[in-house]
């Protein structure tokens, strides 16, 4: 399907203009008729500029309904060893040996879902881990357009008047507070897929009127 | 790829749960995940499986009754799936959750897959059909002395004597009387009093009431709750309890009042029925099978079942109605025998069955003979449409001289239509033989009985028109395209149960019958015994039986839900209110009476 693009390096960067060349829906569409995408990265590490990406997990959304039959997850061919992160995505270097190419996985995802919201439970380090890959595999990286799972949930706390504890927000205790089934591990495709359901019960208690501009707000 | 929390949850959820992993995460991938809030009302015509993974879903009825409620591996929408038919229920959410829907495709191709996952949706199909049932039995517990004392006061004064009150007891065929003075209740008197008091003493039958009878009776109020009365009896060991209404005595509460109450029991209907001196007093027994009915499908009993008991009221019926012109019209001449012919014959009459019924004589019915059994049959056959068993429309009732023969008589005219078959003829006489004796000599009933029986097993012609005749009417295969629709008097279209069905499986149970000499008429039992001879393969026999039973219950079903409305009860289903798996197995029990019909056409209807 993406022959195309594969066949020639310069080609990859067709990709990046078609996903910026496809716009993304008014911030007055209604929330329910928006096209999101859910996903998760796991790293090397936590700067965004030096670490790598060692899998990637995705699960899009349409018509508030988490579509699994194109969830996605890869593992990622990492030029650096994972080092001690694998204490926390249990992925170790020989598993990633027979690992896809980032550039081909990023071409994927942007081929895929140009036009989609991206979704994810602390957005921004996964925004900056995408454009800086974008920015290495095709030497231009295209502005996504993400909301913040987490930052959703900070705000409605923040106005029920709650106190936000530091341990309150994570995933997993945000899923609790859901009522929503606990993840099963913690792996990019499990996360991406929690945030998804996290993102539809958020919309479902923000009432049917929301638009996407309402969302922004929320996650900023 | 699949989300191992998805799978996980189908790997512990029936029937899923016998699935392995490959499939497991194969049927995951056509899962779309939704989240309902409180409030919200799920899209339920949507051609998916519903799987609830969190949260509280009910389920009500088009008219808002409460009809289960979903949980955590609870499934809604397999219904649709299984039948095409989409469902008028509305499915709320009442506390927040998450559910799966699962695409057609993938749900079918897994029951195809997986006879077992075909097998579980099927059964919690048809587990649903009972379930939901309306279940509003009136309680034991709630019923009040009210509902079920008589509103009847049989009083007796205190200076009345002792053979008085056996008298009123006698003629109100009671067992107790109130004492009353200036309409105040002062005593009860009791048949045991009679006994132990006057009769025991050896006093005369001239002693008063007031001598010999329980003074200051405990009472109760007819507002009061049954269970009171029977504390009340128990407590102070007694049978009798006086009811009062605003301190005023009104009636008596037995012992036996409160057992009866507790007994929906159609002996206890029969009990009644040949307790009573009139034919008012039948047709007020009669009223009571409509609520009979209601009762005997509440408590699941088979659509068979409940024709045996039907028919065995009219049989009741029938007999007291005999007993009672006897007691009218005096002893009978001769010795005669009370013939039912069709469904009461078979033991499967419904509730909206008519007449058919004749006598056989032991003498010509001539003279005074003749004038006797005219009168005694217009008795009974009155007498039993007033109880609601109405009158043939063809006229094969007793009361029609035609049927009023001797043994000659009527093995003459079997034998003309055996020996000399036309269609026509038999299309109208197929009827008779199915017969069976209801009342008085059964000696007379078996040699005619075994007269025609004899004459039916060698007599091929007789069994080619006869075969044909049944064969005239074919069951509705296209019923799933074109609806056939038969038009009743009063212009509703439905599926006639009867005449698309139940009737084309009784007409070619009978041929086989008569061929075989089989003395049974119940089509259940004709079956079993042809399938005993070897006359038919006993899959066959049983593919018959059950196609059998599954329209009688639903015509039985249908009755009921007639009498609930009150409606006036039909054979015409509308297909629109029948359920899917109903609608699939309809179209099974279409398909083996087309079978068995091809099968008698071979068997019967070849040149001669």
């Not at chain 2, 395209?481 to 149960?497: A, M, P, S, V, Y």
Request: hydrophobic share 40%; aromatic share 8%.
């Amino acid at each position: 399907m993406f022959g195309w693009l594969l066949r020639k390096r310069t080609a990859f960067s067709e990709v990046v203009n078609h996903f910026i060349n496809t716009p993304f829906p008014p911030s007055s569409t209604p929330v329910d008729q928006a096209n999101f995408l859910a996903l998760d990265l796991e790293l090397t590490g936590l700067n965004p500029r030096k670490d790598h990406i060692v899998s990637i997990g995705w699960v899009p959304v349409r018509g508030q309904e988490v579509v699994l039959s194109e969830a996605k997850h890869y593992l990622i061919n990492s030029p650096v060893s994972v080092g001690q992160s694998a204490v926390y995505h249990g992925l170790h270097d020989h598993q990633l040996k027979n690992a896809a190419d980032l550039a081909e996985i990023l071409t994927e995802l942007l081929a895929q879902y140009a036009g989609y919201i991206f979704v994810a439970h602390h957005s921004r380090l996964d925004e900056q881990c995408l454009r800086f890959a974008c920015q290495r595999c095709f030497g231009k990286a295209p502005r996504f357009r993400f909301i913040d799972t987490m930052q959703m949930e900070w705000q409605r706390l923040l106005r029920q008047g709650k106190v936000v504890k530091h341990d309150a927000l994570k995933l997993p205790n945000c899923l609790k507070r859901h009522g929503l089934p606990d993840m099963a591990n913690h792996q990019a495709l499990e996360d991406a897929y929690s945030s998804a359901l996290l993102l539809l019960s958020q919309l479902k208690l923000g009432g049917n009127t929301m638009t996407l501009s309402d969302l922004y707000l929320l996650s900023r | 790829m699949e989300v191992a929390d998805v799978t996980k949850f189908l790997a512990e959820t029936t029937p899923f749960d016998q699935l392995d992993g490959a499939a497991l995460g194969q049927l995951s991938a056509h899962i779309n995940v939704y989240y309902y809030q409180a409030q919200d009302s799920v899209k339920i015509n949507t051609d998916r499986l519903l799987i609830v993974r969190t949260g509280i879903f009910t389920l009500y009825s088009d008219q808002q009754q409460l009809l289960t409620k979903l949980q955590s591996g609870d499934f809604y929408g397999y219904q649709q799936l299984l039948t095409g038919l989409t469902d008028s229920d509305t499915l709320i959410c009442e506390e927040d959750g998450l559910v799966y829907w699962l695409a057609a495709e993938a749900f079918h191709q897994c029951r195809y897959q997986y006879k077992n996952i075909d097998i579980f949706f099927q059964r919690l199909f048809s587990r649903r059909l009972h379930q939901y049932r309306e279940q509003q039995q009136a309680s034991r517990f709630t019923l009040k002395i009210s509902d079920i004392v008589q509103q009847r006061k049989i009083a007796i004064r205190p200076e009345q004597t002792a053979q008085d009150a056996a008298k009123l007891m006698s003629d109100s065929r009671v067992s107790s009387l109130l004492v009353e003075e200036n309409s105040k209740l002062v005593g009860i008197l009791t048949d045991r009093d009679l006994r132990s008091r006057v009769l025991a003493h050896a006093l005369p039958a001239s002693t008063q009431v007031s001598q010999v009878m329980t003074r200051q009776p405990q009472s109760i109020d007819r507002h009061a709750y049954l269970y009171e009365a029977v504390q009340q009896m128990s407590q102070h060991n007694i049978h009798h309890l006086p009811v009062t209404d605003q301190g005023v005595c009104c009636g008596m509460l037995t012992a036996t009042d409160i057992i009866r109450s507790q007994q929906d029991h159609p002996v206890y209907l029969i009990g009644e029925i040949h307790r009573q001196l009139s034919t008012d007093g039948l047709e007020r027994c009669s009223q009571q099978i409509a609520a009979l009915a209601i009762t005997l499908s509440k408590q699941q009993v088979p659509a068979y079942e409940a024709g045996h008991i039907i028919t065995t009221i009219t049989d009741a019926l029938t007999q007291r109605l005999i007993y009672l012109a006897q007691q009218k019209l005096g002893e009978p001449p001769c010795v005669f025998s009370w013939l039912a012919f069709g469904s009461q014959a078979r033991m499967d009459q419904s509730l909206n069955a008519d007449q058919d019924n004749a006598l056989l004589l032991e003498k010509e019915p001539v003279g005074i003979v003749g004038d006797y059994f005219s009168a005694l049959a217009e008795f009974v056959c009155q007498g039993l449409a007033q109880c609601g068993i109405t009158l043939c429309p063809g006229n094969i009732m007793a009361s029609n001289p035609e049927l009023r023969l001797s043994l000659k008589g009527w093995s003459g005219r079997f034998a003309r239509w055996i020996a000399t078959p036309t269609p026509d003829a038999l299309l109208k006489a197929s009827i008779f033989f199915d017969l069976r004796v209801i009342e008085g000599s059964k000696g007379l009933f078996n040699a005619l009985q075994e007269d025609i029986l004899q004459r039916t097993t060698e007599a091929p012609l007789f069994l080619y028109h006869l075969a044909q005749a049944a064969l005239q009417r074919t069951a509705p295969l296209g019923f799933f395209k074109n609806f056939i629709l038969e038009q009743d008097g009063k212009h509703k279209k439905g599926l006639d149960l009867k005449k698309r069905g139940i009737s084309l499986i009784t007409d070619l149970v009978r041929v086989y019958a008569l061929y075989a000499g089989i003395h049974e008429v119940n089509t259940r039992g004709r079956l079993q015994q042809l399938a005993a001879q070897g006359i038919i393969d006993s899959k066959d026999s049983q593919n018959l039986n059950d196609a059998f039973d599954l329209l009688a219950q639903l015509r039985w079903e249908k009755h009921q839900h007639d009498l609930q409305l009150s409606h006036d009860v039909t054979n015409l289903l509308n297909p629109a209110e029948i359920s899917g798996l109903a609608r699939h197995q309809l179209k099974d029990s279409f398909a083996v009476i087309n079978e068995a019909q091809s099968r008698v056409k071979q068997r019967f209807c070849r040149e001669l």
